[in-house]
């Protein structure tokens, strides 16, 4: 199950970004965006986007239009990657981890990473 997971990949960890520093056969090391280095298991943690992130200045907010793909795929079911290639004409760690804090607001998006939900106005 951890073979799924990468050195320098973006993670959902607690709804927090985490970047994976090492992967081992039971145990994913991560490190918080506060810096905190935790041992966990492939259960516990979410892959966002593949990277790499090679450290969290890289999860700056993205020019694009959120609003505009909001409108756009209003009351439709997308996945985070189709939503920001639509947003931001990209998939990276940046546009991944502005959309999950977008979903996790709740305002106009909800769901999971694999299947975002697209609220009407």
Known sequence: MSDNFRADNLVLYKNQAARVTNV????INIVTQDGTAVSVRPKDIELLHPGPLANFGQLSKPQGELLTAW???A????????LSELAYDEF???TAWTIWQAI???LHFS??????AVHTA
Request: net charge negative; hydrophobic share 35%; aromatic share 0%.
């Open 75 to 82: 009351g439709e079911i997308t996945s985070l990657e189709e």
């Open 71 to 73: 409108e756009l795929l």
């Open 104 to 106: 996790d607001d709740g």
């Open 24 to 27: 081992s056969a039971k145990k």
């Open 111 to 116: 769901g999971s990473i694999a299947e975002i």
């Open 92 to 94: 990276t760690p940046a």
